[in-house]
């Protein structure tokens, strides 16, 4: 008889114990009827009410709980599936590449925390059902993070590590008449977690579905599909492979929407392998993602029906073709995202409805593929990325990131697994094959990867063979061979992170030997994702880059309460856990808490766009970069619009091929008004699908182009006011106030009201993004922040302290031009000048200029910042949006008309920072809700200006860690702007923004725009 001894808990040799084989995941039902609702007999939940214990290392666990004797009646309640972390006890941990014991245990690998190594222990009362009776009996245990003991009825069953993939243990001769206990202790931190050291918080518990099955008689316990077209696609073999326990037949039928392909009965008995030939296959992509139905009835020799087993199955050939990737024998471009098993509520423990939503707006946003970072996902995914057409890249629960990055420094290979031990090899063939034998059927995994970050060596290398061996339908990949080259043939492709796009061309020009990917780049951390048109842009020049995988999908965030019980978003160190790494928990594409999209979805969906529309004033090249799908398929919509409104709209039909192009003559009529004309081709779905409904926008194009009016020129009178202190200016429905003792307008009165609530002055800075702060912006920068808060005006007090002098003036009938000089606390010191022009209609032109100071360099940004009242808190736009723009993040925004609250603006970045911009703004209207306000303009000289509307100041949003530590809003900060400094995203702890997206200080600077009341 087996027991258990905690010490093998610390040996990477000692990693299961009493499981059994892993096995595909398919269903099977013992009706018809079972089936239709998809409820099986064949199973029983265990998920809801445990008993619990918690205790903070092994030493403090109840002994002999599990013994059939020991009541646990009395203990805690705790709900299943559930990370412990998430039910009161312990605490969310986020670490990075420190493992999480560091600076608490100074351990190495084959040892184990001891002081602090939380120990779960369940305990479930349990009555086998009726229908089980006399039948094998399972324990399936989806997920139990890191390691677990099984007890029934005092017996120990079984050992197994791996906390992503599933542990199944025999239960038949341990189950007695009656009630059972099902004893089950979770250890926190096991030898398997010195490669479970992936970015993200660490939990612990049974967090996935816990449930009893039984078998029939006759039993396909094991099931493998692969269903490949041939080199012409006009053939494909179907064959199935069984591992049946018993003996008897199966029906196997494959139909196509409804249509029957073949039906035919065979014997079963042991391993059985079937072929079948299928002409002219409907075949599986992701733009296509067509999926045939596969029944199989399997009966005993008498006939009887012992199982219903329903399969989807999809034909497709991934191979690699001179170098080159294709699926169906197209190049493939992956335009991924790595995606985290996260939600805010649950941690790991994902609904099905949150599942959905995930794989819906990737769709609706053109992601195409996901790379499972760094771990097998929940079992359902996989059904659903076949359902919905998305690309997998299913990777094995590896990564031991902590255990060599120190390695270049401190030259400690021993501390590095799993390297080349041979004591850990069988541990990571374990995991390989566990996700192996139950993923194996899902058409949309194109590729195999062996794990993440865990440097290089024989047993990763043995770890690709075994998929190779395994399954020759489809590819390996593994990017940690960057770090270690000695076993490069460990993956089939050549796979980077977050390389530069220089970088990449420079690698390809030495080494073409494999196709390349960034399996991670263009970091999404926090206002991110600048330049990431460069990476989609080398797809189209370069045939074997084909692609990469945004890092990545969702925020690591979870919710919590502050101390005055308000609900917020909270991310490492905000459980006082200690060692974190903060806010590095957050880098998604989609929020935490409600997996809505962040304005970066904007970029990335354009970026990924499957056509190309290159509009110009009357015609449009369509290039079409669909594997598969002709435009056809899409509605095709041309709209003009003058001056951001819509004018004229016409359908126009295309019908460019895949991989083709085309040049169309555009169905609007030329225009003869004079204005700003945007003509915008929009591609949208003609029909409603699982992700979208009909009319879904996919793709568009935009082209702009002007008919000159002749300007209006205002020629009502101005009159001025001299005093000893200040100059007025005052007009038929306005008043202004230029302080010479405050060094600017201190006043703007229009209708009656008081409008601006600070004098408007030179701002040169911005909150830092988060990638800002990783490459030590306001430390290069800082003069710029310090002139933004301490300019002081130049012509105030000389020498003289009691002499004021009054600014330039010059007055003219219709107009009055003011000037100050404003300091600049910088070294060497700059100065600036800002002039105003009012004329008789209220409008106020103003004017920034600066003569550069070669030592100061660039600036994050140049132009000017003011407050009115908060209760004017209605923004209208004319410019690019919806969501917010930056000079290197704006390619997927549209010219038009668009509306918000200033609170909208504020994009839910998981710490404040810069946000909300708006670029290429011809005008924006800043009002109340009764619609009074001010006007904001561009110049003509200046061009369209960046525009933004804020509750608060950059200075406000820098010095807040958290939403909740910024201010009660008073003001509306409004910021127009020559331009930002874009806000890069190559990476978030060394990449600068790229040299063109910059400011370019070179030269004089000067910035124009107008405001005005209305």
């Given at each position: 008889m087996r027991t258990f001894n905690y010490e093998n808990v610390k040996n990477p040799e000692y990693f299961c114990d009493g499981r059994a084989e892993a096995h595909s995941d398919h269903a099977y039902y013992a009706s018809e009827a079972d089936r239709e609702t998809g409820c099986s007999l064949f199973q029983e939940s265990l998920n809801g009410i445990w008993k619990f214990h918690y205790a903070k290392n092994y030493d403090a666990v109840v002994p002999g709980f599990e013994k059939d004797e020991y009541c646990c009646a009395s203990w805690d309640d705790i709900r299943v599936p559930a990370h412990i972390q998430m039910e009161g006890y312990d605490a969310p941990q986020y670490a990075n590449t420190q493992y999480p014991w560091e600076g608490r245990e100074d351990i190495r690998p084959g040892e184990i925390p001891e002081h602090f190594n939380p120990v779960a222990s369940y305990v479930k009362y349990f009555r086998v059902p009726e229908r089980m009776k006399g039948k094998r009996l399972f324990i399936s245990f989806q997920g139990a993070e890191s390691g677990m003991a099984v007890w029934v009825n005092g017996t120990f069953v079984g050992y197994s590590e791996d906390t992503f993939t599933p542990s199944d243990f025999e239960l038949t001769d341990y189950v007695r008449e009656g009630e059972n206990k099902l004893a089950v202790q979770v250890f926190k931190w096991t030898s398997g977690s010195w490669c479970e050291d992936q970015d993200f918080y660490r939990f612990s518990g049974l967090y996935r579905d816990v449930y009893l099955y039984t078998v029939p008689e006759v039993h396909i316990r094991d099931l493998r599909i692969r269903e490949v077209p041939d080199e012409t696609m006009e053939k494909a073999e179907l064959e199935i492979c069984t591992r049946t326990w018993g003996s008897g037949k199966a029906k196997f039928v494959l139909s196509y929407h409804g249509e029957v392909c073949f039906e035919e009965e065979k014997e079963l008995n042991g391993e059985n392998v079937f072929t079948w030939e299928i002409d002219h296959p409907a075949l599986w992509s992701a733009e296509e993602p067509n999926l045939y139905d596969l029944s199989i009835t399997v009966t005993d020799a008498s006939g009887t029906l012992m199982e219903i087993i329903p399969e989807k199955v999809g034909f497709r050939r991934f191979e690699m073709k001179d170098r080159i990737m294709t699926l169906n024998g197209k190049r493939i471009v992956f335009k991924g995202v790595n995606r985290h098993e996260f939600s805010s509520v649950s941690g790991r423990h994902v609904s099905e409805e949150e599942l959905r939503k995930?794989?819906?707006?990737?769709?609706?946003?053109?992601i195409n593929a996901v790379r499972t970072c760094h771990y097998p996902n929940s079992s359902l995914i996989y059904r659903l990325c076949d359902e919905y057409g998305l690309y997998l890249i299913d990777e094995a629960n590896l990564e031991s990131h902590g255990s060599w990055d120190t390695y270049p420094m401190d030259g400690d290979e021993d501390f590095i697994v799993p390297n080349d031990k041979p004591e850990w090899l069988a541990m990571m063939l374990d995991r390989v094959n566990s996700m192996y034998q139950r993923d194996k059927n899902h058409p949309s995994i194109l590729i195999w990867s062996c794990g993440n970050e865990s440097?290089?060596?024989?047993?990763?290398?043995?770890?690709?063979?075994?998929?190779?061996?395994?399954?020759?339908?489809?590819?390996?990949?593994?990017?940690?061979?960057?770090?270690?080259?000695?076993?490069?043939?460990?993956?089939?492709?050549?796979?980077?992170?977050?390389?530069?796009?220089?970088?990449i061309k420079e690698f390809l020009a030495k080494d073409r030997s494999k196709p390349f990917i960034c399996c991670e780049y263009t970091h999404a951390m926090g206002n991110s994702c600048g330049a990431m048109h460069k990476y989609t842009d080398l797809t189209d020049t370069e045939p074997l880059y084909q692609g990469g995988f945004i890092w990545d999908y969702i925020d690591q965030t979870i919710y919590k309460k502050d101390r005055y019980g308000n609900e917020f978003q909270a991310y490492g160190g905000d459980f006082n856990e200690r060692p974190t790494d903060y806010n590095f928990s957050a880098n998604g594409i989609v929020y935490g808490g409600d997996r809505e999209p962040s304005p970066k979805m904007q970029e990335v969906k354009f970026n990924y766009q499957n056509i190309t529309a290159e509009v110009t004033k009357d015609q449009v090249k369509v290039i079409n970069k669909n594997l598969f799908l002709n435009t056809s398929v899409y509605d095709c919509v041309v709209t003009a619009a003058r001056n951001g409104k819509i004018v004229r709209e016409s359908a126009m039909a295309t019908d460019v091929e895949p991989l083709s192009e085309k040049v169309y003559d555009l169905p609007l009529p030329e225009e003869t008004i004079p204005g700003e004309y945007t003509i915008t081709v929009s591609f949208q779905l003609k029909t409603n699908t699982i992700w979208a409904k009909a009319g879904h926008e996919v793709a568009f194009g935009q082209h702009v182009y002007a008919i000159r009016e002749e300007k209006k020129v205002c020629s009502r009178p101005v009159k001025v006011i001299r005093s000893k202190h200040n100059i007025g200016v005052r007009g038929e429905s306005f008043e202004a106030i230029f302080s010479g003792p405050e060094g600017g307008l201190v006043s703007y009165r229009y209708a009656g009201k008081e409008m601006i609530k600070e004098i408007p002055k030179p701002n040169f800075w911005r909150a830092p993004v988060d990638n800002d702060q990783g490459n030590q912006m306001p430390k290069r920068y800082a003069q710029w922040k310090?002139?933004?808060?301490?300019?002081?005006?130049?012509?105030?007090?000389?020498?003289?302290?009691?002499?004021?002098?009054?600014?330039?003036?010059?007055?003219?009938?219709?107009?009055?031009?003011?000037?100050?000089?404003?300091?600049?606390?910088?070294?060497?010191?700059?100065?600036?000048?800002?002039?105003?022009?009012?004329?008789?209609?209220?409008?106020?032109?103003?004017?920034?200029?600066?003569?550069?100071?070669?030592?100061?360099?660039?600036?994050?940004?140049?132009?000017?910042?003011?407050?009115?009242?908060?209760?004017?808190?209605?923004?209208?736009?004319?410019?690019?949006?919806?969501a917010e723009t930056y000079a290197d993040r704006k390619k997927g925004a549209k010219l038009g008309i668009y509306r918000n609250l200033v609170k909208d603006n504020m994009a839910r970045y998981i710490v404040p920072q810069e946000c909300g911009a708006k670029e290429e703004v011809r005008y924006a209207k800043v009002t109340d809700r009764s619609g009074r306000g001010m006007m904001f303009e561009m110049d003509e000289k200046s061009g369209p200006m960046m525009f933004s509307a804020l509750p608060y100041t950059p200075h406000e949003l820098e010095n807040a860690k958290h939403p909740y530590e910024l201010p009660q809003v008073h003001y509306t900060v409004i910021r127009a702007a020559l331009g930002q400094m874009g806000i890069a995203g190559d990476d978030s702890w060394l990449s600068v923004t790229h040299p063109e997206y910059l400011l370019n200080a070179d030269e004089k600077m000067e910035f124009t725009f107008r405001f005005r009341g209305i």
């Amino acid at each position: 008889m087996r027991t258990f001894n905690y010490e093998n808990v610390k040996n990477p040799e000692y990693f299961c114990d009493g499981r059994a084989e892993a096995h595909s995941d398919h269903a099977y039902y013992a009706s018809e009827a079972d089936r239709e609702t998809g409820c099986s007999l064949f199973q029983e939940s265990l998920n809801g009410i445990w008993k619990f214990h918690y205790a903070k290392n092994y030493d403090a666990v109840v002994p002999g709980f599990e013994k059939d004797e020991y009541c646990c009646a009395s203990w805690d309640d705790i709900r299943v599936p559930a990370h412990i972390q998430m039910e009161g006890y312990d605490a969310p941990q986020y670490a990075n590449t420190q493992y999480p014991w560091e600076g608490r245990e100074d351990i190495r690998p084959g040892e184990i925390p001891e002081h602090f190594n939380p120990v779960a222990s369940y305990v479930k009362y349990f009555r086998v059902p009726e229908r089980m009776k006399g039948k094998r009996l399972f324990i399936s245990f989806q997920g139990a993070e890191s390691g677990m003991a099984v007890w029934v009825n005092g017996t120990f069953v079984g050992y197994s590590e791996d906390t992503f993939t599933p542990s199944d243990f025999e239960l038949t001769d341990y189950v007695r008449e009656g009630e059972n206990k099902l004893a089950v202790q979770v250890f926190k931190w096991t030898s398997g977690s010195w490669c479970e050291d992936q970015d993200f918080y660490r939990f612990s518990g049974l967090y996935r579905d816990v449930y009893l099955y039984t078998v029939p008689e006759v039993h396909i316990r094991d099931l493998r599909i692969r269903e490949v077209p041939d080199e012409t696609m006009e053939k494909a073999e179907l064959e199935i492979c069984t591992r049946t326990w018993g003996s008897g037949k199966a029906k196997f039928v494959l139909s196509y929407h409804g249509e029957v392909c073949f039906e035919e009965e065979k014997e079963l008995n042991g391993e059985n392998v079937f072929t079948w030939e299928i002409d002219h296959p409907a075949l599986w992509s992701a733009e296509e993602p067509n999926l045939y139905d596969l029944s199989i009835t399997v009966t005993d020799a008498s006939g009887t029906l012992m199982e219903i087993i329903p399969e989807k199955v999809g034909f497709r050939r991934f191979e690699m073709k001179d170098r080159i990737m294709t699926l169906n024998g197209k190049r493939i471009v992956f335009k991924g995202v790595n995606r985290h098993e996260f939600s805010s509520v649950s941690g790991r423990h994902v609904s099905e409805e949150e599942l959905r939503k995930d794989l819906t707006i990737m769709k609706q946003n053109n992601i195409n593929a996901v790379r499972t970072c760094h771990y097998p996902n929940s079992s359902l995914i996989y059904r659903l990325c076949d359902e919905y057409g998305l690309y997998l890249i299913d990777e094995a629960n590896l990564e031991s990131h902590g255990s060599w990055d120190t390695y270049p420094m401190d030259g400690d290979e021993d501390f590095i697994v799993p390297n080349d031990k041979p004591e850990w090899l069988a541990m990571m063939l374990d995991r390989v094959n566990s996700m192996y034998q139950r993923d194996k059927n899902h058409p949309s995994i194109l590729i195999w990867s062996c794990g993440n970050e865990s440097f290089g060596g024989k047993d990763i290398y043995e770890m690709s063979q075994f998929f190779r061996k395994e399954d020759p339908t489809r590819l390996v990949h593994y990017e940690g061979v960057f770090q270690d080259r000695r076993y490069n043939d460990t993956s089939d492709m050549e796979s980077q992170m977050y390389t530069p796009v220089e970088k990449i061309k420079e690698f390809l020009a030495k080494d073409r030997s494999k196709p390349f990917i960034c399996c991670e780049y263009t970091h999404a951390m926090g206002n991110s994702c600048g330049a990431m048109h460069k990476y989609t842009d080398l797809t189209d020049t370069e045939p074997l880059y084909q692609g990469g995988f945004i890092w990545d999908y969702i925020d690591q965030t979870i919710y919590k309460k502050d101390r005055y019980g308000n609900e917020f978003q909270a991310y490492g160190g905000d459980f006082n856990e200690r060692p974190t790494d903060y806010n590095f928990s957050a880098n998604g594409i989609v929020y935490g808490g409600d997996r809505e999209p962040s304005p970066k979805m904007q970029e990335v969906k354009f970026n990924y766009q499957n056509i190309t529309a290159e509009v110009t004033k009357d015609q449009v090249k369509v290039i079409n970069k669909n594997l598969f799908l002709n435009t056809s398929v899409y509605d095709c919509v041309v709209t003009a619009a003058r001056n951001g409104k819509i004018v004229r709209e016409s359908a126009m039909a295309t019908d460019v091929e895949p991989l083709s192009e085309k040049v169309y003559d555009l169905p609007l009529p030329e225009e003869t008004i004079p204005g700003e004309y945007t003509i915008t081709v929009s591609f949208q779905l003609k029909t409603n699908t699982i992700w979208a409904k009909a009319g879904h926008e996919v793709a568009f194009g935009q082209h702009v182009y002007a008919i000159r009016e002749e300007k209006k020129v205002c020629s009502r009178p101005v009159k001025v006011i001299r005093s000893k202190h200040n100059i007025g200016v005052r007009g038929e429905s306005f008043e202004a106030i230029f302080s010479g003792p405050e060094g600017g307008l201190v006043s703007y009165r229009y209708a009656g009201k008081e409008m601006i609530k600070e004098i408007p002055k030179p701002n040169f800075w911005r909150a830092p993004v988060d990638n800002d702060q990783g490459n030590q912006m306001p430390k290069r920068y800082a003069q710029w922040k310090i002139a933004s808060m301490y300019a002081s005006h130049k012509d105030y007090r000389g020498d003289d302290l009691c002499k004021v002098l009054l600014p330039e003036v010059e007055a003219a009938e219709d107009s009055v031009k003011v000037t100050f000089t404003y300091l600049l606390p910088t070294t060497p010191a700059g100065e600036c000048t800002m002039t105003y022009v009012v004329t008789g209609d209220g409008t106020v032109q103003v004017t920034l200029s600066y003569d550069p100071v070669k030592e100061l360099g660039d600036m994050p940004e140049f132009g000017v910042m003011l407050k009115l009242d908060a209760d004017y808190d209605h923004v209208t736009w004319y410019g690019l949006g919806p969501a917010e723009t930056y000079a290197d993040r704006k390619k997927g925004a549209k010219l038009g008309i668009y509306r918000n609250l200033v609170k909208d603006n504020m994009a839910r970045y998981i710490v404040p920072q810069e946000c909300g911009a708006k670029e290429e703004v011809r005008y924006a209207k800043v009002t109340d809700r009764s619609g009074r306000g001010m006007m904001f303009e561009m110049d003509e000289k200046s061009g369209p200006m960046m525009f933004s509307a804020l509750p608060y100041t950059p200075h406000e949003l820098e010095n807040a860690k958290h939403p909740y530590e910024l201010p009660q809003v008073h003001y509306t900060v409004i910021r127009a702007a020559l331009g930002q400094m874009g806000i890069a995203g190559d990476d978030s702890w060394l990449s600068v923004t790229h040299p063109e997206y910059l400011l370019n200080a070179d030269e004089k600077m000067e910035f124009t725009f107008r405001f005005r009341g209305i």
